[in-house]
């Protein structure tokens, strides 16, 4: 039987968002890169513009590639989830924690792929790519105290199969 719990503190800050950057099974140089995601301050081609550099979209040669662009309009990288949904509190502690790293690992893996990649990707790659990195850092994850979920891996195996 699954306990439904809140999405730990989200509703006690002034910024709605913050328990998907921060949370402690969170890679940090992805948890950087979402929180520069809501800011509005990755090095997309808008802002690059602003810096000099000319660079649209690499897959579809939108000149405007701003964030939305980069990482929920583009068809190479549209994606299913949004952040309203990410942010419901009624669903088990294993999925909302899995959900969260999926969505930094989603935004990490294609700001990546969009800035330092020299060849087109394809969807198939990325999702895999993202499911390694997810997979990877599950096992990876040393547990102390409070902070152990008992399960996340093979939770994660039950839901990504590959």
Known sequence: ???K????????SK???HCLVWFPQAIPRQSFMVWLTFKERLSTGVRMRDWGIEQGCVYYGE????RDHLLFACPH???LYTITTLLQS?????DTILLRLVFQTSIYVQ????RHGSAFVSVDMTTRAIGKLVKNH???????GNHKPEGLLRRWFEVYPF
Request: proline share 5%; glycine share 0%.
């Open 111 to 114: 700001w990546k792929e969009r």
């Open 5 to 12: 719990i809140p999405l730990f503190s989200c509703s006690e």
């Open 63 to 66: 000149r405007n590639e701003d």
């Open 1 to 3: 039987m699954s306990v």
């Open 138 to 144: 599950i096992s990876s994850l040393k547990y102390m």
């Open 15 to 17: 910024v709605p968002w």
């Open 90 to 94: 009624a669903r088990n502690r294993l």
């Open 77 to 79: 990288t549209f994606t």
